[in-house]
């Protein structure tokens, strides 16, 4: 049987989702190209009870919004074969037993200039065959190839230091917001699916990293400034107790970020989720931090309501102008 992003309920009428219980399935056709696959019924989240079979049913469900974030963007690998209780490991290069049809980005890496041939998920096929190695979480670059040397996006990472938590993030995201929009800079979260947030400013013009990295730092830098009891800037751990990090350090060449839609290795399939201003300030007002993180579930019937809330990360143009980064 043939499988598209189309027609989800194909994939779960084959792996037996709708029953309950997953067949015997060694192969699929998704979108023109057979597929192998293998243990459908290990379970990878054993607190959900969440298998591979319903990993991939996932992807396939959200491929319509998670792919054009996935276009040409290099990609590392994270990948939990025994589940997320079990040892994991990151895989740049893609692996020489992928399929023909899985698309390269030949990307010079490291001092030594080593060439390291990254993944590329454009396409559904492509997508199914990574969740099939169990890959998790897509960690993705913030260029897109070829053009790795030019982000398309300056990326804030949000991370609370215990006891602080995501209400903690949502608040440092809205000073944030406001700093940018004094600049005329917009900017749109989402969860990173794990413990904190993310605020991603789209550029989609011509930068660099050094312009980037350096904005970011200096933004992080006013917010410590401002708000030093809940803000700080730099990495060691010891500065963080109670409060965020404002890691600009993402907006690296050799970095990646968990992509918008991605499974998280958490207890519960919590996926990296959009989430609109409103509902960060409602959550603070609330004091209520469960309302800010989201199952695989939860995202696919968002998606259904509200389409791709992270969509003008992809198209709206914006360049950072020189009182920007000496401000």
Known sequence: MELTGACPLALRAVLGLVGGMTRHVSELEVGGQRLPVSNLDKVLYPKAGF???????????VSRVLLPHLQNRPLTLKRY???????FFYEKRCPAHRPSWVNVAPVRSGSQGEIIPYCLANDLPSLVWAANLADLELHTSLAAYPKVDSPTVIAFDLDPGPPANILQCAQVAQWLKAEL????????????????LQVYVPLN??????TTKAFAH????????????????????????????VDWSQNDRHKTTVCVYSLRAMAQPFVSTPVTWKELSAALKKKDAATLTFTSDQVLA???KQGDLFEPVLTLKQRLKAKEMAA
């Open 302 to 304: 968002r998606v259904k």
């Open 218 to 245: 200096n933004m992080a830098l006013r917010l410590e400034q401002a708000h030093p009891d809940v803000v700080v800037s730099k990495m060691a751990k010891a500065l963080r107790a109670g409060k965020v990090f």
């Open 181 to 196: 929009e004094a600049l005329g800079l917009q900017c749109f979260p989402k969860t990173s699916g794990s413990k904190g």
């Open 51 to 61: 298998t591979k079979a319903q990993v991939i049913d996932y992807y396939i469900q």
């Open 205 to 210: 013009s011509p930068t660099t990293y050094d």
């Open 81 to 87: 074969p025994n589940g997320v209780e079990a040892e």
